[in-house]
């Protein structure tokens, strides 16, 4: 589905019927006041471009992030189907090779939450800023509002490659003029209570609180989807 777009009908009068037309424009503008905005031709489309994170890794399917998400939106009022493109073991080179494939299913707003996977494996931040800022730079190509989640390195890698991967989010976000939110984990990481057996993975409840701490930053990419509100109920 296309974004709903604003559009106004234009028409060029007959020569002769000029002044009738004119008489009739006070009346029309009136009309055009008060109609109210175009709505979606369907609910909107929210894609969850991620890892094992958005995959829901060890969840029953209705507890996965992009489903608890979508039961948060629809409850605070806005008629959204999330889509979980999450893809367990993703790198953010494994999102930008599939997203073709992704892009198939004609999002209007897009959550960009890779690039765990690439700071597990110690993988060259430069990569993964060049793989992240394609797939921002494709998704707003097809006019798809975009929300980066950010990620943070395991410490254990040092504090260099710690700084310069935890730069990657930000920056990107900043140069594509994307939204931006921090630690897609926040509240959740190192939490043994949230967590599972892993330590990496969060348990349902645990996916319950990220949806919970990201949900205004989500309800902000969708004002900028549809500025005039449509996809509220």
Not at 14 to 30: D, T
Not at 125 to 154: D, F, H, W, Y
Request: charged share 20%.
């Amino acid at each position: 589905m296309s974004l709903a777009r604003l559009w106004f009908w234009r028409t060029r009068p007959a020569y002769g019927h000029r002044s009738r037309w004119f008489k009739a424009l006070p009346a029309a503008l009136a009309l055009a006041l008060v109609a109210p905005a175009p709505a979606w031709a369907e609910d909107p489309r929210l894609l969850v471009l991620g890892d094992s994170l958005t995959a829901g890794y060890n969840l029953p399917q209705d507890k996965a992030f992009p489903v608890q998400l979508e039961a948060a939106l629809r409850e605070a009022g806005h008629a959204v189907t999330v889509l979980n493109a999450g893809a367990s073991g993703d790198t953010t080179a494994g999102g930008l090779a599939r997203l073709d494939w992704v892009l198939a299913e004609e999002p209007d707003a897009a959550i960009v939450a890779l690039g765990g996977n690439d700071g597990l494996r110690g993988l060259d931040p430069e990569q993964t800023r060049e793989n992240l800022t394609a797939i921002v730079r494709r998704l707003k190509s097809e006019e798809i509002q975009v929300l980066i989640a950010g990620m943070k390195a395991p410490p254990n890698l040092g504090r260099d490659y710690g700084e310069a991967f935890n730069a990657v989010f930000p920056e990107v976000a900043e140069r594509t003029a994307v939204l931006f939110y921090p630690f897609f984990l926040e509240g959740v990481a190192a939490d043994p209570a949230l967590n599972q057996a892993d330590g990496i993975h969060p348990t349902a409840e645990g996916v319950a609180v990220m949806v919970d701490n990201i949900l205004p930053k989500v309800e902000e990419l969708l004002h900028k989807a549809d500025p005039c509100g449509c996809s509220s109920d």
